[in-house]
């Protein structure tokens, strides 16, 4: 049977949904883009089907095949997911009528939205056999040669005189009553947005959050005190070697199952954390600095219900972006990390991703934090296929601001000693002989809260010392590790305590960095 397949692809989405300092027009961004392929996509093909009775998530069910084949439905959903939608018409016009409805409807109500658009007449037959890796292939061809020859519209062209929104540089040409300030079309759909897209995160884990609890969308709330050097930490997690796993896919019902089941997988994850979060809530206060009564009376919340410590800005099919308070961002990766290891999925492969973790300060530009982030991501999937392409694996970094440029270059600038480099990481979540997150941590509780038996504590100046050390020359290292020797102390890490460095690297300077970014609890049940 022959019909018509429309594929679409979102263009730029970390540019749409991190173009902006204010958490809220982030979190109002990603709830957008999410119903492009939702209400919107819904709403036109009910304009131009309105009897049709379409169910728009029968392709969900396991065993629900392409109904269009069988039945006089005119649209069947091939599959969404990983920022793609493939679609079937029986008509070749009302193919051509939904791109041009559906790309107009998202002018008006997702202005910046950017799209591109293959559409390609097929068999049928041949998407739900093995001949569905070759014709997806000329499918996603013609995308990308579309992506080349055309730059759509996304935004209605600004005005000839008319002041720019200091948000995203567009026209202000809208009033924001709630903020009392013009802004343009592009910040007010993603603000009234925002509102929305709380709500539905709040239903959907409704379960986790016990009514107790409530989510924020205000980067000062995220439970920072008040008046303190405070910190956030953008969190990126990237599943590992999924787009080839799509790609392997042999039929249009693997590629669906494939596509629910990581999605699926993901949430799971994400509800695993919640969980943590809310079962171990005054650990994480006291990690905050909310250690007595008095102080946890301030703990910020709204209505009768405390805030996470912890906002998603985007769930989707294999990645994920938060954002929490700075001084829990690797634990919250690291709990993350650790279910997604343990969900299945429907093609029987195991699941990894990798981890980016930006702390920086609650001031400092967002989207440049997110870019940060998602370098160290980048970086942590590096080191992983360096390692043998196991596992799962995560990268941070501490802004305390002042530096600029890419990550590689403010490490080769300012992390490096005359010895060699400073930096040990990225670490694999686990165990490793020598890139071990649990080592890390390990070594992290025994260099500060709990020596080995009959070996004295070290003192934090000494602690402090140690990070100014090791940036010296070797001199200097080899004294410093003499005298804690003589003075009865002893460093973590019996292939670096004697000379601080082994093979031009050493672990102290990332012990004594994620010192005060890691809670102690947690720490405790690391050691």
Known sequence: MAVHAVLIDMVSI?????????LKENIGASYLIQEVYEAYLQKVINCIFPSANINFTA???EQHKCLIEETDNPFEVGYIGGGNALLFFKDRDRAREFIERWTTTLLVETPGV?????????NLKDFQSEKFQSENKKLFDKLQENKYRFIPQAVIPRHGIIAECSHTGYSMDIWNEKEQEYVSSVAYA??????EATKKLEDKFEKELKGEYRFTDQLDELGQLKGEDSHIAIVHIDGNGMGERFRQTK????????????????DESFRVLLKTITEKFQDIQNA???DTDEKRKKYPGKNGKMNIPLRSIIIGGDDITFVCDGKLGVYFARIFLEAFEKQQVSDNEALSACAGIAMTKTKYPFHRGYELADDLCKNAKKRRKE????????DFHIAYGGFSGTLDEIRKSHYQSVQGKLIFGPYKIGDHPVYGFNTLTANIWKLKYKQYPKVKNIPGSKIKELRKIITLGEEATRTFASEIKARGYELPGNNYKIHLFENSMTPYFDMVELMEFYPEFALAESS
């Open 14 to 22: 970390q540019r749409y949904v991190f173009g902006s300092n204010k």
């Open 59 to 61: 392709w969900k069910e």
């Open 114 to 122: 950017v799209t591109a658009i293959a559409c390609d007449g097929f």
């Open 190 to 195: 993603k603000i009234c947005a925002s509102q």
């Open 251 to 266: 039929t249009l019902k693997e590629i669906r199952k494939l596509s629910i089941s990581v999605k699926a997988a993901t």
């Open 288 to 290: 905050l600095g909310y």
């Open 387 to 394: 390692k043998g392409g196991e596992g799962s694996w995560l």
